[in-house]
């Protein structure tokens, strides 16, 4: 027993210590500030959006008009590009980065169990690419409605309006997990990750086309059924094609989500135990 809590205190400590390298590397390197902008472009986007509305003294549209307005940023800009992009960047260069700069090796040289390395390189993607889109989510959504002074307060405040910014909120985060699990493991596998990368962002754009067995083959089919307003998205002479599938209820696809990335970690950590570099690319 004490020899199993010494040995998970040296992986904890290893861990904190590739934390906080990782997460320098992800919230300050040269590479993410792209990613930031990718983030927090819907945040200048609704701010501008009540500015403009307080500087000219009139509204234009309701609350109401204004939630779906942010339902259709969230779903058609958040979802399916912002942390889709974001994600690509951050978890395939986990590993594809180090190797780029030649310096992985240091991580492979050190004693540390592969398992605890790919881990610690998660859990710092993870939190950097969660903080900036989900403090981007809840920022855009308070913003998208401030126009309306004590009205949007009291939407939020005695409404329903902390409630949709919380299930919106989740939802990002959970796009993190799921998107980053998919993309560290593309980063492992493939020599250039782009490929498969677009690949994968076709079949999630298609995901409306599929059908039904096939649609829950995909993140965005779980994700759309945790947002807490739906946007019609099968409209005009496509809609023809579209196939229609009940939603999956959230009790079911926040830890089917949880699964399907815990299984993907899994299969990157069997990965990671054979893992062999070469800088002779």
């Known amino acids: 027993m004490t020899r199993g809590m010494t ?17 320098k590397k992800n919230f300050f390197s040269r590479r993410a500030w792209w990613i930031y902008l990718l983030a927090f472009a819907p945040v200048l986007l609704t701010g501008g959006h009540s500015l403009d509305s307080m500087r000219k003294g009139r509204w234009g549209c309701s609350i109401g008009e204004d939630v779906m307005i942010y ?12 942390i889709y992009f974001g994600c ?5 260069n986990l590993f594809r980065g180090d190797l780029l700069e030649k310096t992985l090796h240091y991580y492979l040289l050190a004693p540390v169990r592969r398992e605890v390395l790919l881990a610690s390189k998660y859990v710092a993607g ?5 903080v900036m889109f989900t403090t981007s989510a809840a920022l855009a959504f308070l913003l998208v409605g401030y126009h309306f002074g004590s009205a949007w307060q009291d939407f939020l ?6 409630g949709y910014l919380g299930w919106y909120a989740l939802t990002a985060a959970l796009a993190c997990v799921g998107y980053g699990a998919v993309f560290l493991i593309l980063g ?19 995901n409306w086309l599929l059908p039904s067995a096939l649609k829950k083959v995909s993140v965005i089919f779980y994700l759309k059924s945790l947002c807490p307003t739906e946007v019609p998205v099968d409209e005009g002479p496509w809609a023809l094609l ?4 009940e939603p999956t209820p959230a009790w079911l696809a926040v830890p089917g989500l949880l699964v399907v990335a815990a299984l993907i970690l899994v299969w990157a950590a069997l990965r990671a135990r054979k893992l062999e570099i070469t800088y002779s690319e």
């Open 71 to 82: 339902a259709g940023i969230f779903q058609f800009f958040y979802l399916r590009l912002g």
């Open 88 to 92: 690509v960047g951050i978890f395939t």
């Open 188 to 206: 492992m596998i493939f020599n250039n990750p782009m490929i498969p990368a677009a690949v994968v962002m076709v079949w999630e754009a298609m």
């Open 7 to 23: 040995q998970w205190r040296l992986w904890m400590r290893q861990c904190a210590a590739i934390l906080r390298l990782e997460l």
């Open 157 to 162: 405040f005695r409404g329903p309006g902390l």
């Open 242 to 245: 579209a196939v229609v599938t």
């Open 126 to 130: 993870l939190l950097a690419s969660v």
